[in-house]
Each structure stands twice: as C-alpha cells, then as structure tokens.
C-alpha cells in the first residue's frame, strides 16, 4: 500500500507555558507566578496596609479635638431639637448653671409653669459682709433654657487618654480603609479575569455606598433621636442626666455608626443570594414574618444602649431595606421569566 505523499502523522505537542501565559494574560488572569512569589506580594501587601492603618492613627491622634467635635455634633442636635413643656427655674452663677427645677420646689410663689424662669446669683458687698442676691434674668444665655444640657466629663485619672485612643483607634481604620482597600485590590485583581474584575468592581461599589449610607443616617437621624430619647428616658425614671461619661460616649457613638454601616449590607447580601439562585422573591416574601423576628434580634445586639425605642428606631430601616431587596428580586425574576418566553427567531 502506496503511501499518500500528502499526508504525514506530526505528534501533538502540549502548549507551552508562554503560550499559557499569554492566554491568561489576554483573558485578564495576569501572569502566573510561583507560591514564593505570591507570598513574597502578600508580605508587602500586608505591610503596606499596616503603614496605612498607622499613619492614620497618627492623623487622627494629632486631630483629637476636631473628630471629638464631630463625634458631639449628634449631642449637640438633641440638645437642640428637643423642648421641654414644663416651666423650670435654673439659677446661674456666671456662665454656669448651677441647677434646674420645677417651680414647686423653689418656693418661689408666683411663678409661669410654661416657661423657664432664669435667675442669676451675685455676690453683693453689704457693709463689711458679703450676701448672694438673686435677680431674675430677662435675657437669658441659650445654655440656660435648653432642655437638657448634657455634659461629656472624663471621671478619672486615664479617662482622657482611653478617650484619645478610642478616636486615634476608630479614626485610623476609617480613614485608612481606602487605602488598605486600593493596596488589597493590587494583591488580587491581578489574578482575575475580566468579568470577575467588573462583578468585583460592583460589588465593592455597591457595599462602600450601603456602608456611608447607613453611617450617615446613623450619624444625621439615628443618633440625634436616640440621645434625646436616652435623656428622657432618664428623666422619666427620676435621674438626672446631665453628665455623662466621655469615654462612654464616643464608644457609644462610634460603635452605633459602625453597626448602623454593616447592617445597611443587607440588601448586597439578600440579592447575592437570589443572584446564585438560593434566594427568589416568593421565598423572601415568604420569609418576611420570620425576618421581622431576626431583624429585631440584629436590631438589640446593634443598639448599645438597650433602649427598646432605640432598638425599634434601628429595626424600622432595616426592614425597608428588606423590602426594596424583595421588590428588586421580583423584578429581576420578571426579567428573566420575560427572556425565557421569547424565541431563538426573536432573540436573532
């Protein structure tokens, strides 16, 4: 039997690996390295984001006094927002208010029940002695009439520095993130393609913006009603509340708007569970009475204070979150039934 001239058995040889390289690179993957070389890349990773988190710590211990400032604005909007119905007498010494009460207990007959009545001391020389006279103040200072007028006092020898170091510790993370962020993005984008880079890049857009949303309606809503609600609470139960721990405070405040931040994550994480198929709209729907339950249990770990208004004041949004989570899942469930339906002829 002839041979046919034309056709010859060449031996298929397997790729190389600059051929798989180049492939990987082409697809996104970047290029391959050894286990050594991506642990070396993790090292300086690794120190990199601990310089970011230290310079930010440095930022922030230098600016103390600025985010304390910040940190009491949602103090200082209670304080503000909030009006007391019932006249009270506060006497002054100088700048200071000395104390606030009802106009039963002064003594002083006479006196408006609807109003505040402000009375100043002053010491007056009479003869060779001293007496302290008491006149009534028709143009009093905003301190004096306030509803409340809470203090932030650091009771105790290392208060100032627990203090200090809580806002450098919170401070520092915060303002590092975006940078800890960046330098972990060039440890791992690298090895990803293209379409993995983009739902990367989406998803971190997504929860950056969930993240500063709910601090910010933590910081500009939450916190606000929830300070005035603490004081009248207190008041209720027959305590002053008029000093208050400063370390407390800035725990208080800094662990609410980071607990407010993650949980406003719900929605990132109720519709990636829909989108990987575990999760649709009739179940979340039929999953709402049992969520009513978690949500509140989520809502008293978040809550510092145990506050049951405080706890019902975090649930409410957060059930809103759930509810724009079912309306988009519903939707994405009616666009996908609709691609279904149309027919290969359609489709081209």
Not at 26 to 49: A, M, N, Q, Y
Not at 89 to 110: A, F, H, K
Not at 259 to 278: C, D, E, R
Request: proline share 5%.
């Amino acid at each position: 039997m002839a041979e046919d001239p034309d056709y010859t058995l060449t031996p298929s040889l397997p790729p190389s690996s600059d051929s798989l390289d180049s492939d990987l690179e082409s697809e996104g993957g970047g290029p391959v390295k050894t286990f050594l070389e991506h642990l070396e890349d993790l090292r300086w990773t690794l120190i990199k984001c601990a310089v970011a988190v230290f310079l930010g710590f440095i930022v922030c211990l230098s600016g103390s006094n600025v985010v304390i400032q910040f940190l009491k604005w949602p103090l200082v909007a209670a304080e503000g927002m909030r009006h007391s119905t019932e006249g009270r007498v506060v006497y002054m010494l100088g700048t200071n208010v000395l104390t606030r009460m009802t106009p039963q207990d002064s003594g002083i007959p006479g006196l408006a029940t609807n109003r505040d009545t402000v009375f100043r001391l002053s010491p007056r020389q009479i003869g060779t002695n001293f007496v302290m006279t008491v006149q009534e103040e028709t143009n009093p200072p905003a301190s004096a009439t306030r509803s409340f007028d809470v203090q932030l006092k650091t009771l105790g020898p290392v208060t100032a520095f627990s203090v200090v170091m809580q806002i450098a510790m919170f401070g520092g993370i915060t303002v590092s993130i975006p940078f800890v962020l960046f330098f972990i993005a060039q440890f791992i984008l690298p090895a990803l393609h293209h379409h993995e880079k983009s739902l990367v890049y989406k998803v971190s857009g997504w929860a950056t913006f969930l993240f500063l949303l709910g601090v910010a309606f933590c910081y500009f809503v939450l916190l606000v009603i929830c300070l005035s609600t603490t004081v009248s609470f207190s008041n209720w139960l027959g305590f002053a509340a008029d000093e208050w721990k400063a370390d407390e405070y800035i725990s208080f405040v800094c662990w609410f708007m980071l607990g407010m931040g993650i949980a406003f994550q719900l929605p990132l994480v109720l519709l990636t569970l829909v989108k990987i198929g575990i999760l649709d709209a009739a179940k979340l729907s039929k999953f709402r009475s049992y969520w009513v339950v978690a949500g509140l249990v989520i809502a008293a770990f978040i809550t510092p204070d145990g506050n049951p208004l405080n706890m019902l004041l975090l649930f409410l949004p957060l059930h809103l979150l759930y509810e724009i989570s079912l309306v988009i899942a519903w939707w994405w469930g009616r666009k996908a039934a609709k691609a279904a339906t149309v027919s290969p002829e359609d489709r081209a």
